[in-house]
């Protein structure tokens, strides 16, 4: 096998604040000696979200067993994930923070599904994934993501299943989404659908785009992590990633 010198385009700010993630949680469960410190399962685990390396290429990188370089990823995605806020905290918090309206839109991560497995394969997309909801601030900040439900669940049916839509109404804060929500209840907002529309509507529609675009620029964050590009693990797992990428996504954007 071959070896090279790589990077990966993180600050060493997150790495830092990974490894201290990483390092209490030790502490905690008295986990003093490991094969790899804090500081390097920390960068194992981020250039494995960030460029998609498989474990037997992050084993051969890192000097340990593929066994082991999937352990610490396991163990490191479950201690982001449970960092995430919870929807209700997130919303709660969103309007504290004073913005005006929020935007709601859906995600596929594609999957190495094969044919056979119905459930997985989105027909919009025309790709077998998981479907995944996000929240984001107007400027594109994550603000929540949801678990994950097979891709061929409609957008609209996943925000009434994770409850988005009761929870919208409750805190009561505006939320632009496109036209795969029309027919929510609630405080969502979608463009007006059909042909041969009056100018006002054609207007209106033009406003919703533009005010929604740079909040869905949140899923294009998401995606900038690679493994999210094409997953080659348990779909079940895609909702968990994708918290534990948001944690990581606002701390980096935070370090400015």
Request: proline share 4%.
């Amino acid at each position: 096998m071959l070896f090279y010198r790589a990077a990966v385009d993180l600050s060493r700010a997150t790495l830092n604040y990974l490894a201290g993630v990483l390092r209490r949680y030790r502490k905690t469960i008295r986990s003093p000696w490991r094969r790899l410190n804090a500081g390097q399962q920390a960068l194992l685990v981020l250039v494995y979200l960030r460029k998609g390396e498989t474990f037997a290429e992050l084993a051969a990188g890192f000097g340990v067993s593929t066994a082991t370089a999937w352990r610490y990823v396991r163990e490191t995605v479950k201690l982001l994930s449970a960092r995430s806020p919870k929807l209700g905290q997130a919303l709660r918090k969103a309007k504290k923070d004073g913005l005006h309206y929020l935007v709601l839109d859906g995600m596929l991560i594609p999957t190495d599904r094969v044919k056979a497995d119905r459930p997985y394969y989105s027909g919009k997309h025309r790709v077998h994934g998981m479907n995944i909801q996000v929240i984001a601030s107007p400027d594109g900040t994550i603000i929540w993501t949801s678990g994950s439900l097979p891709g061929k669940t409609h957008d609209l049916s996943a925000a009434r299943i994770w409850g988005i839509l009761r929870e919208l109404e409750e805190v009561g804060i505006l939320t632009l989404a496109d036209k795969g929500y029309q027919g929510a209840e609630g405080p969502l907002i979608t463009p007006y659908k059909g042909k041969n529309k009056p100018e006002s509507q054609k207007q209106a529609n033009r406003s919703h785009a533009r005010l929604r675009g740079p909040g869905e620029r949140a899923n294009a964050q998401l995606k900038s992590w690679r493994i999210l590009r094409k997953l080659r693990c348990c779909p079940l797992k895609a909702g968990h990633l994708c918290k534990a990428i948001a944690v990581l996504q606002n701390y980096e954007v935070a370090q400015g």
